[in-house]
């Protein structure tokens, strides 16, 4: 069953003698590792896979996971398996064990937008940047497990001294309102296993074997959350590359790689060194650049394609010039190779980048897709009207009841939700079965208890009538009822406020011509709601479009040809990493933008950029000449084109290809 590995990848697949970390490089074949292994220890070595856990860090490889371990493994064993990420194992344990942490089961998950809220109230309105302040410094102390005592002795100045502040009532409001944010779903099984010695046993003897992907990426408390269930037993395999370490900036500790050797001096170190996915040009571009970071671990990349065709450099005069060469070498690029749309990728720094490359494909005539973008049905004022539609569908949703009786604001403020979610607590209700509960009133002035209840009557009013009444004439009462529209303009900037506003209006229409066309009710469309959002993810995957994507959101993906744009001193490096003196985790994210390349890699820069309100000249990245030879740049000397000529050598070529008739998609 191994005999389609190579050497150092059977050598992985078969070492159970112990911890064992496996250094995977791009294109290594890491994920093809970890499920042979799975299928070896089950089928060989006679596991039995309800005992083994493979942990990733995202929804999207966890199903890539499943559906290729499903191909090797019988199906009840496949069912058997635990694959998922960190925070869900988190969730299944704090579930689990809820009453050891002072939860109840059904407590309630709050995302970024209830955080924040929770935090303005706490800080008195602080402005914007100062709350984001504050949920970045919890957040962080949180990964590191430090807790609010800690907190108060590491303030530095007055920015961490207003956080520390405010940590240890932010934890209080978050256990009275019965939720948990992000960072407990890993820390609270850490406290759980530290302090109650019987849940740990519990949960060593469940998952006897661990198999974490994208090790590289984890922070210090899911690396000791690795320990305590791993044991000293060391019964894991860690999959990473110390190279494509680029989520500092959230968290990750690329040190947990240096902890593993100190933790477990038994420690297995294998290297996957041979590279499935890009030709030796562009990894020995790769090999070089990396090389100037200084090395945990030394590794080179090669690989049995050939040399490959040389990387291009193109230098364009601005942004919109640089926008328009892309386009225009892409289409000229995928008619003399007889490619698809889905075979390219446009790689950016920032997300700001992708705004021109976006308006030249539509220009262009070429669809696109965007990874790592915002879901529609993630933006706030969405979440805002779906919290009403997720309550009226579920009284006992706590996280939808709190944010649908804050947004709008209509007088029920923290220190309200704060009795309210105490009361619930010690009851075990959800936040709307304790509202109407006779003994909420020796806990709640009547001015407070008349605000909840009028609210709940309410969601009770609506619920009633989703049964029966078209979904559009209930949303346009909601809305009408609420004022969500005149809310939205007292709250946001005129165009911000706009802006959510025809996304509100898209969302009513769309649902009300989905109601009709499907005869359903709103009742109905609720429970659908968050499956339509997973299928629309699913096709625009699976369109012939070019893939738009952020490097960050890029770490994992693969294109035959990829054009990286916007590489220039201040942009990649970012100036910030550079003023603080951190361009390794920059230059471990242009190593990890080179090696999304299979078979050609255009890298584009600007001679001029706006920053700010000015325009100014600025340099090609310090990173191209550290790629060394083997890179082909434009003839300096050549005279720019023109918009106008651009304009007319792409007419031509559209009359060649006869894609005029190709639909514009964004």
């Known amino acids: 069953m191994l005999s389609h590995l190579n050497a150092p990848q059977r050598e992985a697949v078969k070492y159970l003698d112990g911890p064992c970390l496996v250094l995977a490089g791009a294109g290594s074949g890491k994920t093809r590792v970890i499920t042979q292994k799975i299928a070896y220890m089950v089928q060989e070595c006679g596991l039995e896979a309800r005992n083994i856990a493979a942990i990733t860090f995202t929804n999207k490889a966890a199903h890539e996971m499943q559906e290729r371990v499903g191909k090797l493994l019988d199906t009840r064993s496949a069912k058997q398996l635990t694959v998922c990420t960190f925070h869900s194992l988190g969730v299944r344990i704090v579930r689990q064990e809820a009453k050891l942490v002072g939860l109840k089961p059904q407590f309630s998950i709050l995302d970024s937008a209830d955080i924040l809220q929770i935090i303005t109230e706490l800080s008195g309105n602080a402005d914007k940047a100062t709350t984001k302040a504050i949920q970045w410094a919890i957040s962080g102390w949180k990964n590191a497990l430090i807790t609010p005592s800690e907190a108060d002795r590491l303030v530095t100045d007055e920015a961490s001294n207003a956080a520390a502040k405010l940590y240890r009532a932010y934890e209080k409001t978050l256990r009275a309102y019965q939720g948990v944010d992000f960072d407990d779903l890993i820390a609270l099984p850490v406290r759980l296993f530290d302090d109650h010695p019987e849940a740990r046993e519990r949960w060593q003897n469940k998952l006897r074997y661990l198999l974490i992907d994208e090790y590289q990426d984890t922070n210090r408390a899911q690396y000791k959350l690795l320990r305590q269930i791993a044991s000293d037993r060391g019964a894991f395999t860690a999959v990473g590359d110390d190279d494509q370490a680029i989520y500092a ?18 420690l297995k170190v294998i290297k996957l060194e041979q590279n499935y996915r890009s030709s030796n040009r562009i990894l020995n571009a790769a090999n070089t650049l990396i090389a100037n970071n200084e090395k945990l671990f030394e590794k080179k990349l090669w690989s049995e394609h050939g040399l490959g065709e040389p990387i291009h450099i193109t230098l364009a005069r601005d942004p919109d010039h640089e926008a328009e060469l892309v386009a225009m070498k892409l289409t000229a690029h995928k008619f003399e190779n007889k490619t698809h749309f889905s075979d390219y990728a446009i790689l950016y720094r920032g997300n700001h980048q992708a705004r021109i490359i976006e308006t030249q494909l539509r220009n262009h005539r070429i669809p696109y897709v965007m990874s790592g973008g915002q879901s529609f049905f993630d933006r706030a004022e969405i979440r805002d009207l779906l919290s009403y539609l997720r309550l009226m569908a ?72 989703a049964h029966k009444e078209p979904a559009g004439v209930l949303l346009e009462d909601l809305l009408r009822t609420i004022g969500y529209e005149a809310w939205l303009m007292e709250s946001f900037e005129v165009r911000d406020a706009q802006n959510r506003w025809r996304n509100v209006r898209d969302f009513v229409e769309w649902l009300s011509r989905k109601g009709e066309e499907d005869q359903k009710t709103l009742h109905d469309l609720v429970q659908t709601i968050a499956l339509i959002n997973m299928l629309d993810k699913g096709n625009e995957e699976d369109a012939d479009a070019v893939q738009l994507a952020t490097l960050h959101a890029s770490k994992g993906l693969e294109f035959g040809h990829v054009f990286l744009i916007g590489v220039e001193e201040g942009l990649l490096p970012h100036q910030s990493s550079i003023d603080e003196d951190k361009i390794e985790e920059e230059r471990r994210l242009m190593y990890v933008g080179v090696t999304r390349a299979q078979r050609s890699l255009t890298i584009t820069a600007c001679e001029r950029r706006r920053f700010g309100g000015e325009i100014r000249m600025v340099e090609l990245s310090r990173f191209v000449d550290e790629m060394g030879d083997g890179l082909r740049r434009a003839d300096k000397d050549a005279a720019p084109v023109t918009q106008e000529e651009g304009r007319a050598k792409l007419a031509g070529l559209r009359a060649m290809l006869g894609s005029n008739k190709s639909p514009a998609q964004s």
């Open 249 to 266: 900036w959230r968290g990750a500790d690329v040190e947990n790689l240096n902890l593993l050797q100190k933790d477990y001096p038994r």
């Open 394 to 465: 579920n009284e006992d949703d706590d996280l939808a009841f709190i944010r649908a009786i804050t947004t709008p604001r209509r007088g029920v403020g923290a220190a309200t939700l704060e009795a309210l979610g105490n009361y619930a607590g010690t009851r075990h209700v959800s936040l709307f079965g304790a509202a109407f509960e006779e003994g909420i009133a020796e806990h709640l002035a009547a001015r407070q208890l008349e605000g909840v209840r009028k609210f709940g009557h309410y969601i009770q009013q609506l619920a009633h009538r």
